[in-house]
């Protein structure tokens, strides 16, 4: 018999998300980790201000590490702030750290943050994906599939 699947991530109050990853990647497998944060990064955070653009993440010494994510400092943090685009460091277990190791390594593939947001236990958590790049004519299939959509959708509600 085969087992469940799990249920899917309880996102509560979604705080960034990167659009874009899902036009350039193809997404194979998500994951959802915890985020080590400082005091006015959860703050930021939950004032709506985060940017994970341009952000991707790394396995280095055994951990996963989160690059290049912007969250702006927090407007009442003092002397106390934290500084904007420093990594940060995912939780994840040695389990799944293994496994997306692997997948860079061996498979060339790449890990992408797809959101940032606050589960129902009210913790900070980032949806991560394994993906792989899609190439330019890949993207043109992409636009042309969401393009004939839209028009079926249009069509479908004029007709009615």
């Known amino acids: 018999m085969a087992r469940p699947k799990p249920p899917e991530f309880d996102k509560q109050k979604t705080v960034a998300e990167n659009r874009r990853a899902r036009f350039d990647y193809h ?6 980790a915890g985020l080590a944060l400082q005091g006015t990064e959860v703050k930021a955070l939950r004032a709506g201000e985060a940017t994970i653009a341009e ?12 690059i290049n994510s ?10 106390l702030n934290h500084e904007p685009r420093r990594p940060r460091k995912l939780l994840l277990n040695a389990r799944q750290i293994g496994k997306l190791f692997g997948a860079v390594e ?3 593939m790449t890990l992408v943050p797809l959101s940032i947001y606050f589960n129902g236990q009210g913790r900070a958590k980032v949806e991560l994906a394994l ?3 899609k190439q330019a004519h890949d993207k043109r299939a992409t636009i042309k599939e969401r393009d004939w959509k839209r028009d ?4 479908m509600r004029d007709r009615g």
Not at 55 to 66: R, T
Not at 152 to 155: F, H, I, Q, S
């Open 27 to 32: 997404i194979d497998e998500k994951f959802e």
């Open 55 to 66: 952000s991707y993440a790394e396995v280095k010494d055994g951990e996963v590490w989160l």
């Open 70 to 79: 912007n969250i702006p400092e927090y407007s009442h943090g003092n002397r």
């Open 106 to 108: 061996r498979k060339g």
């Open 131 to 133: 993906a792989k790049g």
């Open 152 to 155: 079926k959708a249009r069509l």
